[in-house]
């Protein structure tokens, strides 16, 4: 049954003058009044959320993971397991479970009860249905598969009766339960998951069991949702039973930072997300609160491409590690919320080791990489070999905060051991294509909830993402990957862990940057209990409105 033996695996503030009046129309608010008010929770009221954008859509196998509408399926949608800030695994839609056959095989009990927004119930059945589509999706209908599942060693998933299922693996999955915690494995009616792909991204038709539905919407401006007054079975970690204490909550579309800071901060809105870092502390004296999450996974930091110029140099990478000031980065962009990174995982992940000496600045060891493979400065400063600048093209993450920021000042510092960078900006619409374009270094913002799910990224074997373009040309990283997919015990695997870390690390095919804080939340001083789960998402279940 359920064991905590699974718990630990798992600017600067200038209020932009902005008249009332185009506040009102940018966030389609009322003022609220900022004096903290009862300290008792209260039912009722309407929440504006300001966000940057919904412009990936509303594909569930497709983004459900995305930084911005993964806010929204977080409020219509549940999951069969919850994960909180320290990575601890709690029952959800799953009351219990048990881990048998060498972690082969599972057995979920199921809540019983719960349904869908339609009436449907959320029953084993549906479970089944949910757990196939996370495993395996639908190519022939362009029906992605969750890429942290781990699919590689799914063998099938059957409902024994209405509220039991069990699950198969050919080999051991440490992995599976704390991957279903992972917001990528959300709960949405069998329904929903029958239809064609086009169909699916009509918010209508994504039919979830969460706390709030969809009331209407207008595409690219506000999404209002609504609570169910019905709903019943959130999760206990949260403290909380019964309906969602707030009527609604409106997402807004305002693609500006400085206005979402400033409708908040002139009381027309209640949540803005991703401010400014810089402008954090000036906001919290102001009595604002901003929560700054840290979500389980990966650095913020490159995926490096091993296969294009200039990064298929193993002398090239190193030398960009080396020639990255990660302090100068943190005291000039960032805030004390930032830490440094030590390894290509986040430091709430168990299993994150200290591998920082592998890639430490140091501007004269990284000059000396680039002139021993013969890489000589030009008459421009700017590194050449036979003819070919040692140059590449760098487009900021439009998913994580000041990014722009980082970048700039990253091309600045590497521009000063000869490496020219360019630049390019895009929108999180544009940045899709960016990564298909496979470019030399492509910064990556991922979570995951258990490290055993890594191994579906760092190569092509069984269908992996193969971050790095190696495909299966490593043979010592595809041993450390299947060894960590198939560990049979968890000391065992965290060791393998360590390995795989420094291996990666030495061999250039990631460059770490900082600890990431991908989800910045300005808040009102009205809204109370706020909580965030282990994917950085703020959780309005439990929130409410202090008159």
Sequence with gaps: MYSHEFGRRVFLASVSAVTASALLTACGGTSASSSSGSITPVD??????????????????????????????????DKLVYVDEKGELSPWIAESWEELNGAKDFVLHLKKGVTFSDGTPLDAAAVVENLNAWAKGDPDRGISKVGLFPSSNFVSAQATDDATVKVSFSSPALGFIATLAYHGCILLSPKTLALPVDAQADLSQEIGSGPFVVKSWKQGDSYVLEKRKDYNWGPPALGHTGPAR???????????????????????????????????????AQGFTVGTPRYLGFVDGFQVNTATFPTNELSVRQAIQHGIDREEIRKTVYTSDWTAATTFLQGNVPEAGNYGDSFKFDPELAKKLLDDAGWKPGTDGYRQKDGKTLEFTLSPNPYVPSTKAEDELIAQQLQRVGLKVNLKVVDVAAYSAVQASKPPLFQTSRSFVDVGTVAGVLTSQNKGENWFNLGTSDQKLNDLSTAIATASDRESRAKIAGELQQYVLEQGYFIPLNQLVQRLYLISPKIKDVQYNGLAYANFYTAWISQ
């Design 246 to 284: 707030l009527d609604t909550i409106t997402y807004k579309v305002i693609k500006d930072t400085s206005v979402r800071t400033s409708t908040v901060a002139s009381s027309q809105a209640e949540v803005a997300y991703n401010v400014e870092p810089q402008e954090i502390e000036s906001l919290k």
């Design 44 to 77: 009722g009221g309407n929440l504006t959320f300001l966000i940057q954008g919904y412009d990936t859509g509303w594909v569930s196998s497709k983004t459900s993971i995305s930084s911005y509408e993964g806010n929204l399926w977080g409020q219509i949608t």
